[in-house]
Structures are given as structure tokens and as C-alpha cells.
């Protein structure tokens, strides 16, 4: 009890079922930000920040680069989709390497292999070299990724503390996705997209110089038992979330009846569906059975599944809207993103709090109706809509849901998760992130696709975010508040 409290104080009651986080007003910084725990965490941070960073620093200049390189429709999809795919389906076995290993060395080689491959990406000077060291960056952030968390894990080892950090970390990576946009368009302007690179390159030399520093070496839990690797489960969810990504990513150019759509879709779910049974064979399964239906951490993955989405969505649709519907330049549009950017770092600094405060049940349900409410906005788009009018409010709106969301839904996915499987938490938690974009942007498009004017097409697409935003959020009530019951 603090000593200047009256001693005849009552104890303040337990916190609500739907949060790990005991009722407080203070901030949610982890520790003092001078403090080496407060260092490792904004470190960490950063790097989080970059890995998803990285995944959109050639997303605007992507034309330029297909100019460069005398590059089809198909090479650019492949050139956009080779830091992803081992991204997203390395991120399992990335955990399961952490919590066996440790994180910081499984941190560390990550850094490494994405730092040089980083470099070389700077200076590939063939479509051929670019794909190859775009693949080898996403294989070194499916190590990094799930790895930071463990160490974080390990850094900060009291849950409440680590509670309030994960309310913070839940914005980060959505703010890397949006700097990385903003930051591609003016960079491609003035000088070239190959600098693009010097951003990774440079946050991977200075974490790797900080790491012995900052981070403990030890696992967070040194008195568990070190997990199996599970090779034959890594492989078929690799290829099985991989194979049937890609099949997804083409349904942007083909229709969804093609060879080339439905047969990478139909490799993926048998893959992952034998992923599945081999699980419930194997002594240390890749993904313990049951460990993503717990209801409050089922509802975590959904939300930042739907957050990552969303983001995903709005900035893709708008991008296409203003450039080749209202003739917007590449600079224009990307200053257009500038107040989506400002709202998501302004509410993730009060979605923390918030948390603390509400309970992260409560905060993800609030950020999924905004959200909602954001797309409904955005769904009356026409071909002349105004920018400040018609579109600012929506996006903004979205922009602010989505980051109550992340750092409800952040909170949600990594409560009550042993210390030993803090890998673990951080890979499925970051699939859902990669597979939001992907499977949500393709199902949306599908459904703008049903249309045949493609402003319209457009609305269809925002009003079915918002009612899966919606139907999620009556969802989510229902398990929080069977939870309360409890």
C-alpha cells in the first residue's frame, strides 16, 4: 500500500475478467523510460515498428520498380509478395524456435539475416536478386518477431507490468505499416525507392548494438522444460499458410475460378488441414490444441486479424481511388495518408491508458463498432467524393478503431500465456497480423469485384467491412460478457 494512503483504505477491487490489467490511470510504459527495461522495450518496439515497416516500403514505388526492372503484372505481384509469404508462414516455427533456444539468440540471428538481406536488397540489380532477398528479409523477421516478444517476455516478468506494455505494443505495428507508406511515396519522389532499405538496415545494426546491452540472455522461464521442434508440423504450416497465401494474393489479378487461384487456395487448406491432424499425434505439437479457442484469446487473434484488414483495405481502395479516379499524384496521395497516420499514433497513446482502465475486452469491442462506423462512412464513396468531406472522416475514424483494437486485442492474445511459451504467443498472434491483410483485402476485393463499376464496387467492399466489424464486435460482447459471468 503507498504510504500516503490512509491506512483504513479499502482494497481496491480485483480486475474485470476481460483484462489481465489491474484498474490504474497511470500510463502504460513498461517501466521509466530511462530504465533498462524501458530501453529494451522502446528497442523492441522499433524493431516490431520495422519488421511491418518493411512490408510496405515498396508498395507505392512498386510501378517505378516494375519500370526498372521491364517487369509484367505477375512479377510485381511476386516482388510484393516475396518479404510476406516466409513471413507469415515461418512465424509458428520462429516461436517454437524462440521458447526452445531462447529469445535473444533467435533474436539476434533474425537481425542479422534481415539486416544483410536488407542490404543487398538496396542493390539487387535484377528482379531475380530483389525476389531472393525479399524472401530471405521475411524469413529473418518470422525469427525476429515472435523472438521479441519472448525477450520482452523475459525482460518485463511481472503479467501486470507485461500487461500494460502489450496494451502499448498492440499500436506499434500497425504505425510501422502507416510510416512505411507515408515514408515510400516521398522518398520514391525525390530521390530513390533503393533507400527505402537504409531504414531496416539501419534500426537492425543499432538493436543488434543494443542487445547485449538491454537484453537478458536467459529464457523468461529457466525452470521449464525446452519444447521439440516439431519439423514435420514447421513444414506444413509453412507451406500450408505460404502456398494458400499466394493463392490469395493472385485473386487480385485472376478470378477466383482460375487454376491459378484456386489451386495454390486448395495446396494451403490440405496442407494446413494435415498441419492440424498431425498435431494431436506429436509429444510437443507446434500448436498446442486449444491454444487459439480459448474465447479471449480467440477474440484477441480476430480483432487483429480484422484490425490488420481494415488498415490494409482503406489504404489500398483510397490509394487506387484518389490516383486513378481524382488524378491524384503518387506525393499527393501519400500526403493524403498523413492524418490516418497522426490518428492512430495520437489513440494508441490513449488506448493504453484505456485498457488499464476499461478492461481490454471492452476497449477491442469499442474500437471494432468504430471501425465500423469508419467503413459505413466510407462506404458512400462516389466517383467525385470529396477528399475532406467524404473520405477524411471515415478513414480517420477507422484509423482511431483499429488502434483501440490492436492494443485491446494485443492484450487479449498474450494474457495468461506461460512464460515459456511467450514464442508461441508472439507467432500466432503475428500470423494473424500477416493474414489479415491477405485474406481479408482478398475476400473485400472479391465482394468489390461483384460490381460492375468499380467505384461502386469500392462501397460494396467498405459496407461489408463494416458489418464483419460489426458482427464481430456483438461477438466479442457475448464471450466478455459470459466471461464476466464467470
Do not use: C, K
Not at 125 to 146: C, D
Request: hydrophobic fraction near 55%; aromatic fraction near 6%.
Amino acid at each position: 500500500m503507498d504510504p500516503a494512503q490512509p491506512l483504513t483504505e479499502p482494497t481496491p477491487p480485483p480486475p474485470p475478467p476481460s483484462s489481465p490489467l489491474p484498474p490504474s490511470s497511470t500510463p502504460p510504459s513498461p517501466a521509466s523510460p530511462a530504465s533498462p527495461a524501458g530501453l529494451a522495450f522502446a528497442m523492441l518496439a522499433v524493431v516490431q515498428a520495422t519488421l511491418i515497416f518493411t512490408i510496405t516500403l515498396i508498395a507505392v514505388p512498386l510501378p517505378r520498380i516494375g519500370q526498372e526492372f521491364d517487369l509484367s503484372a505477375a512479377d510485381l505481384v511476386l516482388v510484393n509478395a516475396a518479404y510476406g509469404l516466409p513471413y507469415s508462414g515461418l512465424l509458428l516455427f520462429g516461436g517454437r524456435l524462440a521458447d526452445r533456444y531462447g529469445g535473444r539468440p533467435v533474436f539476434v540471428l533474425g537481425l542479422v539475416l534481415f539486416g544483410l538481406a536488407s542490404v543487398t536488397a538496396a542493390l539487387a540489380p535484377t528482379f531475380e536478386a530483389l525476389v531472393a532477398v525479399r524472401f530471405s528479409q521475411g524469413v529473418g523477421a518470422a525469427l525476429t518477431a515472435p523472438a521479441a516478444l519472448a525477450v520482452l517476455r523475459a525482460v518485463l516478468r511481472e503479467p501486470a507490468v507485461f500487461g500494460r506494455a502489450m496494451a502499448t505494443w498492440g499500436g506499434v505495428s500497425v504505425l510501422g505499416a502507416a510510416i512505411g507508406t507515408l515514408a515510400s511515396g516521398a522518398v520514391t519522389t525525390w530521390i530513390s525507392w533503393r533507400w527505402m532499405f537504409a531504414v531496416p538496415v539501419l534500426v537492425a545494426v543499432l538493436a543488434l548494438a543494443a542487445t547485449r546491452l538491454l537484453l537478458p540472455a536467459g529464457p523468461a522461464d529457466p525452470s521449464a522444460s525446452r519444447p521439440g521442434l516439431d519439423p514435420v508440423g514447421a513444414l506444413l504450416a509453412t507451406l500450408g499458410v505460404s502456398i494458400g497465401s499466394y493463392g490469395l494474393i493472385l485473386s487480385g489479378d485472376h478470378s477466383w475460378g482460375s487454376a491459378r487461384v484456386l489451386g495454390p487456395i486448395a495446396v494451403g487448406v490440405v496442407l494446413l488441414a494435415l498441419f492440424l491432424l498431425a498435431e494431436r499425434r506429436v509429444r510437443d505439437p507446434l500448436l498446442p490444441p486449444g491454444f487459439t479457442v480459448e474465447p479471449r484469446r480467440l477474440v484477441g487473434l480476430v480483432g487483429i486479424l480484422l484490425a490488420a484488414a481494415g488498415t490494409g483495405l482503406v489504404t489500398f481502395l483510397l490509394s487506387l481511388y484518389l490516383q486513378q479516379q481524382q488524378d491524384w499524384s503518387t506525393l499527393a496521395t501519400t500526403g493524403a495518408f498523413v492524418p490516418f497516420t497522426l490518428a492512430l499514433i495520437v489513440v494508441n497513446r490513449l488506448a493504453g491508458p484505456a485498457v488499464g482502465r476499461y478492461g481490454a475486452g471492452v476497449v477491442t469491442i469499442a474500437g471494432l463498432v468504430g471501425g465500423a462506423v469508419g467503413l459505413a462512412l466510407l462506404a458512400g464513396i462516389g466517383s467525385d467524393t470529396s477528399y475532406v468531406t467524404g473520405l477524411l472522416p471515415g478513414a480517420v475514424l477507422l484509423a482511431a478503431g483499429t488502434s483501440f483494437v490492436f492494443s485491446g486485442s494485443t492484450v487479449l492474445t498474450t494474457s495468461n500465456v506461460p512464460a515459456h511459451q511467450a514464442g508461441l504467443a508472439g507467432g500466432v498472434m503475428n500470423t494473424a497480423m500477416e493474414l489479415g491483410p491477405t485474406v481479408g483485402l482478398a475476400a473485400l476485393m472479391a465482394v468489390a469485384a461483384s460490381q460492375g463499376d468499380l467505384v461502386v464496387g469500392y462501397a460494396w467492399a467498405f459496407g461489408a467491412g463494416a458489418v464483419v466489424y460489426l458482427a464481430a464486435a456483438l461477438a466479442a460482447a457475448t464471450v466478455v460478457r459470459r466471461r464476466g459471468s464467470a
